[in-house]
């Protein structure tokens, strides 16, 4: 590593810890502890505001693994290099799955990609387009277009992207033979060269049958700059608890992304995507904990690649209900045994609960209690956690080389704006949850950029 890389390490470091002091400092120049709050506020009151302090515990774990992905493993690390000549070496399907509503996004993502592959002289792929809708690609011998019959059912009943993930897997459509690769994109997903040599380099070493990285989402157009910045702390739980999973455990302990996935085709198929209704709404997480079942192995990915946030607000508060719920699915499944799901029943009480958490630190500051047994070293670990999360994926987003120092820092400020705001709309998607619905619904959220203005 560089020095100066080293050194960003090294700052990103302290800047972590510094954010974890400074709550600390803050909630402990809130405290009183010399006081008994039975005594001053009642019986009722106090079970009251100590109740929603239990909630806090549910993402502690989830903040310790982000905090020991961005302590124990390189924040800047070097581009990959590649490890093998990309002549040899399997055979790569990059598959895009895809209602087929933006066909023009589409063709052009894929052509896009096409050359991106081609730059790098990767030479045994294709991509292939998995389609409820035509989208036409040009005839290329490199690309193959599946369009799912509108009559097709999978054997359990699987609905939406899992149906269509399902029927590329079928005896009769699927080509691939058990050595191939399958990397997943959705239908807005940039590859770059480091992402296209970080899955060579990932396949090349032979030790894991699936993989992910890093994705994030400002490398492309903008569309909207506070989902933007919103969606930084994606970008820090991938560099975070994500890589300390797949790294040091080599498995999904809190799930993992629908895109970026590197799956070896003949674990895929072992697996399926067909796994009825209760999968249907976030296929990628139920995946995911039914190849841990199966005891696979899981890998980091060198490298990145691009997607767009969401374009409006509303479509962020879509994007999220359908996550917290298709999450609960896979956490009340009973198809998957408790000790592969714990940190998904952490993931899923922590999202459902947050209003109530939210509602205890407002109470905190109105009617202070005393920090028993170090709550506050546990309140403050867990959101200095988080908030840097939100400033670390925005240095990583937006690179001082590519945006100069100044305005850099003042998007890092931006983000914690925003990140307040994201704070809300999950309030908002929590509460939304819990209302009730009739079954499983599929959002589509817009993804076309010439469809939305630029903001």
């Known amino acids: 590593m560089s020095i100066i890389r080293n050194l960003q390490h090294g700052g990103c470091v302290c800047l972590l810890l510094l954010v974890i002091y400074g709550y600390y400092a803050f909630l402990s120049g809130n405290d009183d502890s010399g006081f008994d709050p039975f005594e001053k506020y009642g019986y009722f009151l106090t079970w009251i505001l100590f109740a929603p302090r239990i909630f806090l515990y549910f993402p502690l774990v989830f903040a310790c693994f982000n905090f020991l992905g961005i302590i124990c493993y390189h924040t800047f690390p070097e581009k990959p290099q590649l490890q093998r000549s990309p002549l040899l070496g399997p055979f790569f399907c990059f598959r895009v799955v895809t209602r087929g509503l933006f066909p023009e996004l589409v063709r052009e993502n894929v052509e896009r990609n096409l050359q991106i592959c081609t730059s790098v002289g990767l030479q045994n792929f294709m991509f292939e387009v998995v389609t409820d809708i035509p989208v036409n690609l ?7 277009e599946l369009v799912v019959p509108h009559n097709y059912t999978t054997r359990n009943g699987t609905l939406f992207k899992a149906r269509a993930l399902q029927y590329s897997l079928e005896p009769g459509v699927d080509i691939l033979s058990d050595d191939d690769w399958i990397v997943h994109l959705d239908e807005e997903t940039i ?5 296209v040599i970080g ?9 894991h049958s699936f993989g992910q990285g890093v994705i994030t989402y400002s490398k492309d157009k903008i569309v909207n700059w506070v989902t ?14 994500l890589r300390f999973s797949l790294r040091t455990l080599n498995k999904p302990f809190f799930s993992w992304k629908g895109s970026f996935i590197i799956a070896n085709a003949a674990a895929e198929k072992h697996i399926t995507f067909d796994h009825g209704p209760e999968s249907s709404i976030a296929e990628d997480c139920f995946f995911a904990m ?7 192995s899981f890998g ?27 999450i609960y699915l896979t956490a009340s499944s009973r198809k998957i045994p408790f000790k592969y799901k714990m940190g998904v029943i952490l993931m899923s009480a922590s999202g459902l609960s947050l209003p109530i958490t939210t509602m205890g630190f407002i109470f905190g500051y109105i009617w202070p209690l005393p920090a028993w047994n170090g709550i506050h070293l546990i309140l403050c670990s867990f959101l200095g956690t988080i908030v840097f999360l939100f400033m670390f994926g925005t240095m990583k987003s937006f690179s001082i080389r590519r945006t ?30 819990w209302l009730p619905h009739k079954q499983p619904e599929f959002q589509i959220v817009k993804k076309d950029i010439r469809l939305q203005t630029i903001v």
């Open 138 to 144: 040009p005839k290329n011998p490199r690309t193959r």
């Open 191 to 195: 590859l770059t060269e480091s992402s």
């Open 199 to 207: 899955t060579i380099n990932f396949v090349s070493e032979g030790k």
């Open 228 to 241: 933007t910045l919103a969606d930084s702390v994606r970008v820090g739980v991938d560099y975070g608890a």
């Open 290 to 296: 039914m190849a841990f079942k199966e005891g696979y």
């Open 300 to 326: 980091f990915v060198e490298g990145e690649m691009w997607e767009r946030s969401t374009f409006t607000l509303m479509d962020y508060i879509r994007q999220r209900r359908r996550w917290i719920l298709g």
């Open 404 to 433: 100069g120092a100044v305005q850099c820092v003042l998007l890092v400020i931006a983000s914690l704006f925003c990140a307040i705001i994201s704070s809300v709309l999950e309030n908002v998607v929590a509460i939304m949850a």
